[in-house]
């Protein structure tokens, strides 16, 4: 079997949050030996943990290889080293468990499995800032990540939505079953205007009327826009913050075996986020100015639907 030296790519990656968890990011650099070639990746995320973005970053350089390739992956993380090389097949073996309980980052280890299955990886510890020029520059790629999510809150109040996104949009939703109709209040964050939207859907239960809402309105946001999303639906923000990742890693069962209700509304809302950075604050104190109108704007809509 041909040595982790002589795979054609060999990878570096990075990945980091300041604080842990805060303002993350990843980077990766890849090195093929067949064309001399360098590639530079990196990304970042609003709030995220040291671990998920070690994770990313080997994540989205393997997704860079082709289906087959050789690669080494150098890291300086012992949780992905040893992860990936000693404790996932136990694991897997329990069902995505941990032996004492739930596995975390139980989406991003599966997705990662799913890519080395593919690929003839692998897997290199280094030791980080010791002066290793490519580690080195995953570790600034990654940095440089995070110092860009920092620059966008300058100046902001802490844990401010406007330190958080770009834009806003408050959203509500009347009826369901046979008419349904919804509305939305898009606009830069700060801005007193904005854009109303409506629609109207029939045959839709009112749960997934919130999904196809939210749907459409973030498919109308420009990819990479940092957007807050207003709802006084506990369905909608609970499970795009809490539920969505467990029932994807279970194959779309809840924690009890059942199929997910809802799963293509639920599957859409996950494609529309995809290259968009959200945040589904929770609605306190005193509800948004505008609230009522859009609660009439939505019965409207559901109305002529």
């Not at 079953?177 to 009112?206: F, K, M, N, Q, Y």
């Not at 309105?217 to 499970?239: K, M, Q």
Request: glycine share 12%; with cysteine; charged share 25%.
């Amino acid at each position: 079997m041909p040595s982790a030296a002589s795979s054609r790519f060999q990878i570096y990656t990075d990945g980091g949050a300041d604080p842990n968890p805060g303002p993350a990011g990843w980077g990766a650099v890849i090195l093929d030996q067949e064309t001399d070639g360098e590639r530079e990746i990196s990304g970042g995320a609003e709030h995220s943990t040291n671990n998920r973005m070690e994770l990313t970053a080997a994540i989205r350089a393997l997704q860079a290889l082709p289906e087959g390739a050789e690669a080494t992956v150098h890291t300086d993380s012992i949780y992905l080293k040893k992860g990936v090389t000693e404790w996932l097949p136990r694991w897997i073996s329990r069902g995505w468990r941990r032996r004492t309980g739930e596995l975390s980052n139980e989406d991003l280890w599966r997705e990662l499995a799913g890519l080395a299955a593919g690929r003839r990886v692998h897997w290199r510890w280094v030791k980080g800032h010791a002066g290793h020029r490519y580690n080195e520059r995953a570790d600034r790629l990654a940095a440089a990540e995070i110092q860009v999510l920092r620059a966008r809150r300058k100046d902001l109040p802490p844990g401010s939505i406007e330190q958080r996104t770009e834009m806003e949009a408050f959203l509500r939703v009347s009826g369901g079953g046979e008419r349904g109709g919804w509305a939305a209040l898009v606009c830069a964050v700060g801005d007193p205007g904005g854009d109303l939207r409506i629609g109207s859907v029939r045959g839709a239960t009112a749960n997934e009327l919130e999904l196809m809402a939210a749907a459409e309105v973030l498919e109308s946001l420009p990819a990479g826009v940092s957007v807050a999303i207003h709802t006084g639906s506990d369905y909608l923000r609970h499970g795009a913050t809490r539920w969505l990742d467990g029932w994807r890693a279970r194959g779309w069962r809840t924690k009890a075996g059942a199929p997910v209700q809802n799963r293509a509304a639920w599957e859409r809302l996950v494609r529309a986020t995809a290259g968009r950075r959200v945040i589904w604050p929770e609605l306190r104190g005193d509800l948004p100015k505008g609230w009522k109108e859009l609660g009439s704007a939505a019965r409207e809509a559901a109305a002529q639907g």
